[in-house]
């Protein structure tokens, strides 16, 4: 099993960046794809980034692409999603997510896929 546990958010103002942080810890020793995932006020969970074990295998949401990067770090076992030129619709809280998944297996960006789940950080964009 795997433990998340995610950081880095907080208030920021439009057009701004942050950098979420996704450590994982219990049974790491077996390559996991980890995906990112927000939901705002009202609104449903949306799927908006995923990597494989490999790290060369990213997918993007529409609406994050071009502004959101993902990457990762096997040997500290944490997963960072970099977010730059932020926007207010961007607020949500953020969470990850992991399931255990071949090293070069393609990620998907569906909730459904993923088995283990983090707490959530919230991220505000606002002036």
């Known amino acids: 099993q795997l433990q998340l546990v995610e950081s880095g958010g907080g208030l920021v103002q439009p057009g701004g960046s942050l950098r979420l942080s996704c450590v994982a810890s219990?049974?790491?020793?077996?390559?996991?794809?980890v995906g990112w995932f927000r939901q705002a006020p009202g609104k449903g969970r949306e799927g908006i980034s995923c990597?494989?074990?490999?790290?060369?295998?990213?997918n993007y949401a529409d609406s994050v692409k071009g502004r959101f990067t993902v990457s990762r770090d096997n040997a500290k076992n944490t997963v960072y999603l970099q977010m730059d030129s932020l926007k207010p619709e961007d607020t949500a809280v953020y969470s990850c997510?992991?399931?255990?998944?071949?090293?070069?297996?393609?990620?998907?960006?569906?909730?459904?896929?993923?088995?283990?789940w983090g707490q959530g950080t919230q991220v505000t964009v606002s002036s």
């Open positions: 997510a992991a399931v255990y998944s071949d090293y070069s297996r393609d990620c998907h960006t569906g909730p459904y896929a993923y088995d283990y």
């Open positions: 219990g049974s790491t020793e077996e390559d996991y794809a």
């Open positions: 990597i494989n074990y490999s790290g060369a295998g990213t």
